[in-house]
């Protein structure tokens, strides 16, 4: 290859991977009690349908999905509704969940079920059977699958875009579902083609695993063009926009989603999803979960019922070390700290960090000296210096005007800046005021 | 379980370990070197005259400054630097005097670090250059003993100091533009000429600059730029005309222009934060040094030069902006 596949400017935070990488993911016991949040998609919440003291089996519905861009909701254990209230969510408010103690007694078996044989489904049928698996994007942002195999007639998709990037420190899962179910990622692929019609499909690995690359290119079809490209490392690499860009060298235009350039991008550990759901007819009731950072006594790699409890995880891995200091929802990068131990794992949570005192971010910051390492850094080429200076004046307009919503908060400018100035949190603030400006 | 604090911030949770104090400090760090060249070659003048300049900038910071900003590290290096570009005889109460200055006109008046518009320790220097005319363009000669003052560094306030005449000497661009008289090359490179403290040793300030670029603590492209332009510049006049133009090498090694490229025109708050800007303020700054060396009034011009350039940084920021992704997109043909 005469390119390097990457994109320009990003940052190269550690990668600490070392701790999980090569650990064979284990399944999780089931809990005493699991926390179902009817809020664990992008879009509308689910409705629930389900009542304190009803008896729910592994897989039982027990939310219903509320318009199209919106997923249902699963028991991932079976037992009594408890409650349906308000609980702990990981983004740091409440929200409305189902909590269900666990049958300690029950073989956790399904109900009988029909799996559906998705040679003989048309397109439409496949996305349908998607949406109601609640199948969500498990990269982060979970976004419903089903929306994203449903372009616009107008639109012409040509290319299928698989990220096994991860380019989050720390996170190993997807690394470990390539690892060790190589094959239900090709499965899962093949029905992704089939849906979208599309005959070419590009799976972007980061070169720092190639045992991962070697398992994909060792079992990729003879009949489908599909290949397998390693990435340089260098974050944000799985952001879709970059990945694109690396990829096929176009750029998605301002304010356009990856439809507009051509390309769907699904994360791997989704794809892995898609193709369980027609391998079991069971729908997403779990996922695995990269439990690790330094202040974790046994780092591990889990498959875990949606709507664990944080607590009964980190059990689960040997407790936190007396050093830990900040628990993580999701990469270092992006994810979000959480204060409460009972919050639940959602079905986009693609991992726990446990970080400790030392490796935790400076909390004194300076005045902005105008270094110019933030712009260097952003991977979209906005200038984090003069939009933070605008933010903290609250010149919202302005901020607009400098391309603001074009950020997506990969925050690469807050991790380069040395006066420590919280420039992406900033920056979520001025998107959010836009927004309230602009419904009011 | 215990009760444990857990700390909750914004994401990033990890971040670079440069912060601005590092940088800072790895700036004074660097100047270590060139301090010593300005002992080695000036005595304990040199030692005078940069600890004057050092005490009236951090004093200053310390007494009208935020509070701990003198730990950030920034006085210290505005203190030196100044120090650096002030000729050795100079009176220790004049550098306090520009100390004083360069932090509280050039600096804390702005609103302190980051927001100041031109290079402090230029500014306290352009200041005593206007205040005091004669005793900023007295150089002392070469050679005598090392022990020796290189001036009336101890003259007390407002006196005027005594300068026995047959201690002065002259720059290699005070001679090249008065007296049409060049100066060895091996002794400018090496630093052997009379000139300001720091503006002796080209190779020493080149190996520093080196250093904090590849730490990534000045932006190489500003003196890249600076260098390549003066020295493409002033060759291809010398080219011209031997006999009238000196040679690039003069003109690259003597005067301020070495500590100005690589330690005054890379201050991050006064420079450009585009790096295509940076270029074109390089550019900027090689170009106005070699015309007012060559057609100017005054011998020496890197500090005019830059502090032009300074006012230009807010233009040449808005007119360098890169293109933001997805953006601008030409129709391409799939």
């Known amino acids: 290859m005469l390119h390097k596949l990457s994109f320009r400017h990003g940052v190269h935070p550690p990668e600490l991977k070392e701790l999980t990488e090569h650990v064979r993911i284990r399944r999780m016991p089931y809990p005493d009690e699991v926390v179902l949040p009817l809020r664990q998609h992008t879009g509308k919440p689910a409705r629930v349908m389900v009542g304190a003291g009803d008896r729910v089996e592994r897989g039982d519905k027990v939310a219903a999905a509320d318009g199209f861009i919106s997923a249902p909701v699963h028991a991932s254990a079976a037992g009594i509704v408890e409650e349906v209230g308000i609980w702990p969510h990981p983004d740091g408010s409440y929200s409305t969940a189902v909590r269900i103690k666990v049958d300690p007694y029950s073989a956790q078996a399904a109900r009988p079920r029909l799996v559906p044989q998705w040679e003989g489904l048309t397109a439409a049928e496949i996305r349908q059977a998607v949406q109601d698996a609640g199948v969500v994007g498990l990269g982060g942002a979970a976004f419903p699958t089903h929306v994203k195999l449903a372009p616009p007639k107008d639109k012409k998709i040509e290319t299928l875009i698989i990220n096994g990037c991860e380019c989050e420190p720390y996170l190993t899962t997807d690394h470990r579902t390539m690892v060790e179910y190589p094959e239900r990622v090709q499965l899962g692929i093949r029905i992704m083609m089939r849906c979208l019609s599309v005959d070419r499909t590009m799976i972007g690995i980061e070169k720092n695993k190639p045992d991962a690359i070697e398992t994909l290119q060792a079992t990729l079809p003879s009949d489908l063009d599909v290949t397998v490209h390693p990435l340089t490392v260098k974050y944000p690499q799985g952001a879709e926009k970059m990945l694109i860009e690396a990829l096929t060298g176009r750029e998605v235009p301002s304010g356009k989603l990856p439809l507009d350039a051509g390309v769907v991008v699904q994360n791997v550990a989704s794809v892995g999803t898609i193709a369980e759901v027609f391998e079991t007819g069971l729908p997403l009731v779990e996922r695995i979960v990269t439990v690790t950072g330094h202040g974790i006594r046994n780092p591990s790699n889990l498959i875990v019922p949606v709507g664990t409890k944080l607590r009964d995880l980190l059990d689960m891995c040997g407790g936190m070390t007396d050093d830990a200091f900040e628990i993580v929802f999701g990469g270092p990068m992006m994810g979000a700290a959480q204060a409460n131990l009972d919050v639940p794992i959602l079905k986009g949570t693609t991992g726990v960090v446990v970080l400790t005192e030392s490796q935790c971010r400076r909390v004194q910051s300076y005045s902005c000296i105008k270094c110019g390492h933030c712009l260097d850094a952003c991977p979209v080429f906005l200038n984090p210096q003069l939009l933070g200076s605008l933010a903290k004046a609250e010149r919202w307009e302005e901020m607009e005007a400098n391309h603001l919503m074009d950020c997506m908060l990969c925050g690469c400018c807050s991790y380069t800046c040395p006066s420590n100035i919280p420039l992406s949190q900033l920056f979520q603030l001025a998107k959010a005021a836009l927004r309230k400006r602009k419904a009011a | ?334």
């Not at chain 2, 050795?88 to 100390?99: D, H, I, K």
Request: aromatic residues 10%; charged residues 10%.
């Open chain 2, 1 to 334: 379980m215990t009760t444990r604090s857990l700390l909750i911030t914004a994401s990033p949770h990890l971040g670079a370990r440069d912060t601005t104090p590092t940088i800072m400090w790895s700036v004074v760090a660097s100047l270590v070197p060139v301090v010593g060249a300005a002992i080695y070659y000036f005595g304990p003048s040199a030692v005078l005259v940069i600890g004057a300049a050092c005490a009236g900038a951090m004093m200053t910071e310390l007494v009208f400054g935020p509070k701990g900003a003198l730990k950030d590290g920034s006085a210290a290096i505005t203190g030196i630097l100044l120090g650096l570009v002030l000729p050795p005889g100079l009176p220790m109460w004049m550098a306090f005097l520009g100390g004083v200055f360069s932090i509280g006109i050039g600096k804390l008046i702005f609103g302190g670090l980051g927001q100041n518009i031109f290079n402090p320790a230029l500014l306290g220097r352009a200041f005593l250059q206007a205040a005091f005319p004669v005793a900023l363009t007295t150089w002392p000669a070469l050679g005598g003993d090392w022990w020796s003052l290189r001036g009336d560094n101890l003259a007390l306030p407002l006196m005027s100091p005594a300068t026995p005449d047959a201690l002065t000497g002259a720059t290699p661009l005070g001679l090249m533009k008065f007296e049409q008289v060049a100066t060895a090359d091996s002794n400018l490179i090496m630093g052997s000429i009379g000139g300001s403290l720091g503006e002796t040793s080209g190779i020493i300030i080149l190996l520093c600059g080196l250093y904090l670029a590849l730490r990534n603590h000045l932006n190489w492209r500003i003196p890249a730029s600076i260098l390549l332009t003066v020295a493409l510049f002033s060759g291809g006049l010398h080219l011209l005309d031997p006999v009238r133009y000196p040679s690039a090498i003069f003109m690259l090694f003597s005067g301020g222009l070495m500590i100005g490229a690589v330690y005054m025109a890379t201050d991050m708050v006064t420079s450009p934060v585009t790096n295509r800007g940076c270029w074109i303020f390089g550019f900027g700054i090689g170009f106005l040094v070699v015309v007012i060396r060559l057609w100017g009034g005054l011998p020496e011009g890197v500090m005019y030069a830059i502090l032009l350039m300074n006012a230009m940084v807010p233009f040449i920021n808005r007119a360098t902006q890169p293109r933001v992704f997805g953006t601008r997109l030409k129709e391409v043909g799939s």
